[in-house]
């Protein structure tokens, strides 16, 4: 059993466990990993408990292409942020994040077909690329909210289904950067009043379902594109603006 809890931001090499307790510290600096073991892992979790204690998970460093396996693992909140947009991290697991996901710099990547469940935002920013292309496994990403917030962002979308739950600050999904297509399905279910822009740089979703559980109002901004089929269940579709096409 090991505690990192009152200790402050820590930055270690990398973590590997198969039994016991490790409880990660609850400074806002987070758990820092900055290296990875002689089987290219970061995070290398097959057994025991790992008590998220409301504490950030950060990768950095020069990773070329390293893996994380989180066995059971719940995130509280998960950074990555690579010494650059070519670093790239496998996870090896299905990757669950209770707070939020953060890509700033490098690659976050499924090494296969493994699923994505965040349940707060999900932030792709600076050189930040998430998801693979092309993708051909069973995969599902499903985000609270999801932003893409400059041109140099990738998002490769999920060749299964991508659902978005929820939204950040009224905004469902914020998409300034670039869509790269796996012919997966976008599924909006925020069950409340919210808010699209899915005009990124490039690319577009290929379907859409958009299914709010009741009678509220989706906006969107800009232009709204589908490259196959749009499906409205519930809610009301409608344009930002008048002069939204």
Sequence with gaps: TFSMDGSGAVSIGYIQMSSGTLTNTDDAGGLVLTSNDDEDYVMEIEGGTFNNNSG???????????????????FADLTIDLTASSDEVNFTTNLDVVGDLRVDTGHLRPNVSQNITVTG?????????LGTYPNTGYTNYTFGSLVVKNTGQNYYYSPNMTTITSENDNVAINIDGNIIGNNGLLKIITPADTFIDINGTSGRFYDITIDLGGFYNISWDETFNASGTVLLTTGRLKPDSATDP
Excluded: M
């Design 56 to 74: 950030l998970v950060k990768v950095t460093g020069n990773i070329a292409s390293r893996f994380l396996k989180a066995t059971g693992v719940e």
């Design 121 to 129: 935002a999900t932030i792709i920013e600076n050189a930040g690329t």
